[in-house]
């Protein structure tokens, strides 16, 4: 028969101290968050009859998964990333602040600081041989007004699904740029078709997937942050149709509303409407629609800690 005592007077008042809960010095907010974590943890531990092998087999991993840096690419495997978008998307519902294009999660692999310019950039800096791409559309608010000055922050993986600055065979910021809207709230981009993101396979979230019967997989996707004045900022991301792994992402990120068609094209002359120096290329048109802001705070992504490279 399986001991309980988590929920004794006796037990309480101890984590109550552990959690500084008698004493008026530090974070009221971080007290509350943590009691409710030990409570919770101790629960567990004996509803299900944790081990101490098991306990410290857990204390082990995460020191490992600390050191390999992992946290943020574990959170979005156990899906906890998309259960915030799931989270605020049901507030917005609620406040009746819904529409636009659908948000998704950031993930653990942007770097701030990207280069900045107007209307167009070249992402990719011509070393990947893969496949051309040209992407853009427009930027407008969910009454189809053009959005001109909007920032339109892209990031993407590599023909080999590795990220740039993470990746440090590829050159600083390749594969990321900020362009600005042009007047009529467009942006334009020229890069390559980037490959699926596959986690280290033998790191720490890997480790915890295998454990689940799970692959680490992603879709190729293409990461945005679209940012203008007086509007909600979003954060996003687009896949393509017919992707093996785009409704079997390890992230869960795939969203109705965010899948792109690439359109492969042999054309010399649209090649040459683009400014494109190759006929094969692959076209992609996304829009995206913001939401006005009724909060100045909305505009802004969230605080979370990112690499910042400068250059
Ligand atoms: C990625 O490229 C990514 O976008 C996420 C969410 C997790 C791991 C790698
Ligand atoms: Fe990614």
Not at 39 to 58: H, M, N, P, S, V
Not at 248 to 256: I, N, Q, S, V
Request: some cysteine; glycine content about 10%; aromatic content about 10%.
């Amino acid at each position: 028969m399986s001991i309980h005592i988590s929920q004794t007077d006796e037990i309480q008042a101890f984590f109550r101290q552990v959690a500084g809960l008698d004493s008026e010095a530090g974070s009221p907010r971080i007290k509350q968050i943590l009691i409710r974590v030990l409570q919770d943890c101790a629960k567990a531990i004996e509803d299900l009859e944790i081990t101490d092998d098991e306990f410290w087999r857990a204390v082990d991993y995460l020191n490992r998964m600390g050191v390999n840096q992992e946290a943020g690419l574990l959170v979005a495997g156990l899906g906890l990333e998309h259960f915030l978008d799931l989270l605020q998307d049901a507030r917005d519902r609620s406040a009746g602040a819904g529409g636009g294009t659908p948000r998704t999660i950031e993930g653990p692999l942007y770097v701030a600081g990207a280069p900045l310019s107007n209307g167009y950039a070249r992402l990719d800096d011509g070393t990947d041989p893969g496949t051309v791409m040209y992407l853009h559309g427009r930027v407008t608010d969910t009454q189809g007004n053009p959005i001109a000055g909007a920032i339109v922050d892209v990031w993407h993986a590599s023909t080999q699904g590795t990220y740039s600055y993470f990746d440090k065979s590829q050159s600083d910021y390749n594969l990321r740029r900020r362009i600005v809207t042009d007047e009529l709230g467009y942006y334009k981009a020229r890069s390559i078709v980037p490959s699926g993101y596959g986690c280290p396979v033998t790191g720490t979230t890997q480790e915890v997937l295998n454990a689940l019967g799970r692959h680490g997989n992603r879709p190729a996707h293409i990461h945005f942050f679209i940012s203008a004045a007086g509007h909600k900022h979003l954060t996003t991301q687009i896949n393509f149709q017919g992707d093996e792994y785009l409704w079997d992402d390890f992230a869960y990120a795939t969203r109705e509303g965010l899948i792109g068609e690439l359109q492969f094209i042999d054309d010399d002359s649209r090649a040459k409407q683009l400014g494109l120096n190759v006929n094969s290329f692959a076209e992609l048109r996304f829009d995206f629609q913001v939401l006005r802001a009724i909060e100045p705070k909305s505009e802004q992504r969230s605080s979370r800690p990112r690499a910042l490279q400068q250059l």
